[in-house]
């Protein structure tokens, strides 16, 4: 990652996609960090001027090779210093292969083997499960007209 790149991210938002394919779903094998060696789901840092669903097809698609549509909001995790949020994507093409920078493994695991697995961290566990017991339901983005001046509002709710 170069300087400018660095300038250009805003380190209190972050984004994951949980990328279903049938049953499988799209993990990475993390090499950095607290979840070095574990499979997580593919995500990043959203940049400046640049919205959160544009920031997880682009980070998506950066991790793994693979096309992918936020189709809905299923979590967000946030504390005093930031936010990540967690989105449901519907597979477009592509075949998983890794970055060989952030993740040394991409792959489709079944989701219920996923959950399980000893490599999946707490979060991801959780997130997955989420979907799983929801039956992939997510709040939905519906679109509405804003007075604002900072570039159009996404609004998902039920």
Same mark, same amino acid.
């Given at each position: 990652?170069? *300087?400018?790149?660095?300038?250009?991210?805003?380190?209190?938002?972050?984004?994951?996609?949980?990328?279903?394919?049938?049953?499988? #779903? &799209?993990?990475?094998?993390?090499? !950095?960090? %607290?979840?070095?060696?574990?499979?997580?789901?593919?995500?990043?840092?959203?940049?400046?001027?640049?919205?959160?669903? +544009? %920031?997880? $097809? $682009?980070?998506? &698609?950066?991790?793994?090779?693979? #096309?992918?549509?936020? +189709?809905?909001?299923?979590?967000? $995790?946030?504390?005093?210093?930031?936010? !990540? %949020?967690?989105?449901?994507?519907?597979?477009?093409?592509?075949?998983?292969?890794?970055?060989?920078?952030?993740?040394?493994? %991409?792959?489709?695991? /079944?989701?219920?083997? *996923?959950?399980? +697995?000893?490599?999946?961290?707490? &979060?991801? $566990?959780?997130? &997955?499960?989420?979907?799983? /017991?929801?039956?992939?339901? *997510?709040?939905?983005?519906?679109?509405?007209?804003?007075?604002?001046?900072?570039?159009? !509002?996404?609004?998902?709710?039920?």
């Amino acid at each position: 990652m170069n *300087a400018n790149n660095e300038e250009n991210t805003n380190w209190c938002q972050s984004v994951g996609g949980v990328v279903l394919k049938g049953n499988e #779903v &799209l993990l990475v094998r993390h090499t !950095y960090g %607290a979840g070095k060696g574990r499979l997580i789901i593919p995500g990043g840092y959203v940049k400046m001027q640049e919205t959160p669903q +544009a %920031a997880l $097809r $682009r980070e998506v &698609l950066e991790e793994t090779t693979i #096309v992918a549509e936020p +189709a809905g909001l299923v979590g967000v $995790r946030f504390n005093l210093k930031d936010w !990540y %949020a967690v989105f449901l994507m519907e597979y477009v093409s592509g075949t998983p292969n890794s970055d060989n920078r952030e993740n040394s493994e %991409a792959l489709f695991m /079944d989701i219920n083997e *996923a959950v399980k +697995a000893a490599d999946v961290p707490d &979060l991801t $566990r959780v997130i &997955l499960q989420g979907v799983i /017991d929801n039956g992939g339901n *997510a709040l939905m983005n519906l679109p509405f007209i804003s007075r604002e001046k900072n570039g159009e !509002y996404s609004y998902y709710g039920i």
